[in-house]
């Protein structure tokens, strides 16, 4: 397929939306982020009124305090449990701090990487790691300024601009905003950016898959997101022959996929597998956004899951899986669901540092309920999305649902101990979730 190139016309349309979309025209804070050497940044925080302190949620691994540096002198970086505090060190008040921030050596695990390096002399933000929230766990009303380095530009949603100043995401939650000299690719579909060392097949599969699989989603969920999705492809592949690494994040309306290891270089039916399957899981969160997890932190094995579970509806409605290959995913799921369980539950999982169980049990989780009630998981997803609205979902409102599309209240409050408690025979816990599923399903005469 071919590639237009529009940026231009749809840069200045989206920026006049961007002006002042939430209508607070004075915020608490600027923030200024200067690109200064790949992916090493400088970051500028200008505080409207004189504060104590800037409160970030914690990153993974102590990155701040690892690769941050605060270059106004006097003040410190203060790792707390589950937040980090910049202070100064004589407790007085202050409007002004500037820091560098610097890319982490290795990927933070199942987590968005603050700042990395992006193709050749670029970098990709993610906003929610310099974006400090207030003592309430919302974020401080803030603008962004970001300034890439020389002959570099900056792209975001829509725009692709020389610079951005008093910038807010037009989804009002954090995002990714790439600094560099790529220019960006738009198709009816999506604004994209591909690394130039990305391997030429890839490109080809891409360009290929996201029209076919954004055009199944639209059909299985019922609907098009409203903005048009960002989703930027990076691929240091660096030298390793044996490895083929994966990694993809997503967040509304955007994700981005990072490909490592030269087993990517040539095209084989593994890494082709690979790829097609983890970006159509990607895609799914892409229409999933229309639900947001609500104040109540639900677990991620609901979302994880299920994108692994509607990724394998679609890799059918493709033809790119047969009914062979469809239970083997499925067979692969209660494998490796029962193995990560071994430890405790899954609920627990993520304290654990087993993050493969939020996809694997989540997505035998979605398979059971799916063969309970007959219908697909993208239906489900459907429901969900409908339930949820604007406050946003609960695990307690999936058990809900569970029950009322199954009819049945035993099988939710089965697949509620499933997630909740730690299991003494894993694969036997997973085969009678099946067992209740089809009853279920016979009952109904399916
Ligand atoms: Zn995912």
Redesign the pocket.
């Known amino acids: 397929m071919r590639w237009s190139l529009l940026i231009a016309l749809l840069a200045a349309l989206s920026l006049a939306a961007f002006a002042a979309p939430f209508g607070k025209a004075e915020p608490d804070l600027r923030i200024s982020v200067r690109q200064e050497n790949e992916a090493d940044l400088l970051v500028v925080y200008e505080w409207r009124k004189p504060r104590g302190e800037m409160i970030f949620e914690s990153v993974a691994g102590g990155y701040r305090e690892r690769r941050w540096e605060i270059a106004t002198p006097g003040f410190e970086l203060k790792r707390l449990e589950d937040e980090d505090r910049i202070v100064r060190a004589d407790g007085k008040k202050f409007t002004h701090v500037e820091l560098t921030a610097k890319p982490d050596l290795l990927r933070i695990e199942k987590e968005y990487q603050p700042t990395a390096r992006y193709g050749a002399g670029g970098a990709l933000i993610y906003t929610g790691h310099f974006w400090p929230v207030t003592g309430k766990g919302g974020r401080v009303n803030a603008t962004f300024d970001f300034t890439p380095a020389a002959g570099g530009h900056v792209v975001a949603f829509g725009a692709n601009e020389p610079e951005l100043t008093a910038w807010r995401s037009p989804m009002a939650h954090p995002a990714f905003v790439y600094l560099g000299a790529l220019d960006p690719v738009e198709t009816d579909h999506v604004m994209a950016l591909i690394d130039p060392d990305a391997p030429r097949w890839i490109v080809d599969e891409f360009n290929a898959l996201v029209p076919a699989s954004f055009e199944k989603l639209a059909a299985l969920f019922g609907f098009t997101p409203e903005t048009k999705p960002n989703l930027f492809l990076s691929a240091p592949l660096g030298s390793d022959e044996s490895r083929l690494s994966y990694a993809?994040d997503?967040l509304p309306a955007q994700f981005q996929i990072t490909l490592e290891g030269a087993a990517w270089k040539e095209k084989s039916d593994k890494a082709r597998g690979i790829f097609v399957n983890a970006t159509i899981?990607?895609a799914?969160?892409l229409w999933q956004a229309a639900a947001r997890p609500g104040a109540d932190d639900a677990p991620e094995w609901i979302?994880?899951g299920a994108?692994?579970a509607i990724a394998a509806e679609v890799m059918v409605a493709l033809g790119e899986w047969d009914s062979e290959a469809y239970a083997a995913s499925e067979r692969a799921a209660r494998t490796e669901c029962a193995a990560e369980l071994n430890a405790g539950s899954l609920n627990g999982a993520k304290a654990r540092g087993d993050f493969r169980a939020l996809?694997a049990c989540g997505h035998v989780i979605a398979l059971a309920v799916a063969r309970a009630d007959g219908e697909t998981t993208a239906d489900f997803w459907r429901d969900f999305i409908e339930r949820a609205g604007d406050d946003g979902y609960s695990e307690d409102m999936f058990y809900d649902l569970v029950a009322e599309r199954t009819g049945d209240r035993d099988f939710a409050d089965a697949v509620e101990d499933f997630a909740r408690t730690p299991l003494a025979e894993p694969s036997r816990a997973i085969d009678g979730l099946f067992a209740s599923a089809g009853s279920l399903a016979r009952g109904r005469g399916r």
């Open positions: 993809g997503a899981h990607e799914v969160h979302h994880e994108a692994d996809y």
